[in-house]
């Protein structure tokens, strides 16, 4: 018994560690938090704002991912954007907290387009949550205490072009494979080794009429040993007032069943400053017979900043 129940926890613990590691903090609303995509997007839409954003995946299933973030993002003189965040992600017994902020410079192309490059620096510590875990025989030793990795540190870079009609973007969020090794001492011996991720994304703005605005766009994330991923959104905005449109998530890799989720986002500009925003996805794989609800939420204030407008913003930066 003692056996399986170590066996189970690891099971558990590499479930948890292959989906961190092939996986960025990544979300239905990424068009509202798009620093969370690359941190040349910092400052990129000319206005300071800070927000939350919650997200209940796989709903009515036991350990399923729950993460939780704010950010602040703001633009400063010279032509720089500086953004941070604190993202906590949580999947059965693991915990990863990470803190980043990226730092951008943002400069004109031509009288319409402009380019932003973009580092970002990184804080991240996992935490293996055995003392938590159900129907374990009192005194066992290998889950009297938590274990974790200690502070890891990592970096990546991305690159933007944008107008007010098109935007481009590629990024590498973790440029270096971390390896993270935790409960040594207690033999469990849980080694998780971080994958490389790259974002490339783009899209453009549709005038439909003077009220109406449509944006589609797209976003691929390749990732070691990962299905290569296409998310495609279509937001249209409504008197920049409410923004809603589908959203549709593929594999791109299994011919038979390239479709993974579908869903929808929704956005509201309560005031000039606070924007709510909330997006529900359907599973369309086997995890269809568990659960079919995954939820989000978020919440901005938004301010202008007292330095000149240099860059105008395209619509895309919600």
């Known amino acids: 018994m003692k056996h399986f129940k170590i066996l189970t926890v690891i099971i558990l613990s590499l479930w948890a560690g292959s989906l961190f590691a ?20 910092a400052g990129a ?11 209940n995946q796989w709903l009515g299933i036991d350990g399923a991912p729950r993460t939780e973030t704010a950010f602040v993002n703001l633009r400063l003189p010279h032509q720089l954007g500086l953004s941070a965040g604190i993202y906590q992600d949580r999947l059965g017994p693991e915990t990863n907290l990470q803190f980043q ?28 949550n055995l003392t938590g875990i159900p129907n374990v025989e009192p005194g066992d030793p290998y889950f009297q205490e938590d274990v974790s990795s200690g502070v890891l540190l990592n970096a990546g870079a991305g690159l933007l072009i944008y107008s007010e009609y098109s935007f481009w ?3 590498i969020p973790k440029a270096f494979k971390n390896q993270i090794q935790i409960g040594e ?18 899209g ?53 069943d390239w479709f993974d989720a579908v869903g929808f986002a929704l956005g509201i500009r309560l005031s000039e400053r606070w924007y709510l925003g909330y997006m529900y996805e359907y599973p369309l794989t086997d995890l269809v017979l568990a659960t079919r609800q995954t939820h989000e939420i978020s919440l901005r204030f938004i301010w202008d900043t007292k330095q000149q407008r240099r860059i105008r913003s395209p619509r895309y930066f919600l």
């Not at 839409?45 to 997200?55: D, K, V």
């Not at 990962?226 to 299994?254: C, H, K, T, W």
Request: hydrophobic fraction near 40%; charge should be neutral; proline fraction near 4%.
């Open 22 to 41: 092939q996986q960025e903090p990544m979300y239905g609303q990424y068009l509202f938090n798009n620093t969370v995509i690359n941190p040349a997007q």
């Open 45 to 55: 839409n000319g206005i300071n704002q800070w927000g939350i954003l919650a997200r």
């Open 101 to 128: 902020t990226d730092l951008a410079y943002h400069a004109r192309l031509s009288n319409y387009r402009y380019m932003s490059a973009g580092i970002r620096v990184i804080v991240n510590h996992t935490r293996l």
């Open 169 to 171: 973007g590629i990024s």
């Open 185 to 202: 001492n207690q033999g469990l011996d849980f080694t998780q080794r971080g994958a490389r991720h790259v974002f490339i994304y783009g």
């Open 204 to 256: 453009v703005n549709l005038e439909l009429s003077r009220e109406m605005l449509l944006t589609p766009s797209f976003l691929i994330k390749y990732s070691d040993n990962a299905p290569l991923q296409l998310d495609m959104n279509a937001m249209f905005n409504y008197n920049e007032v409410l923004d809603f449109g589908p959203l549709l998530r593929s594999n791109l890799i299994d011919i038979n």
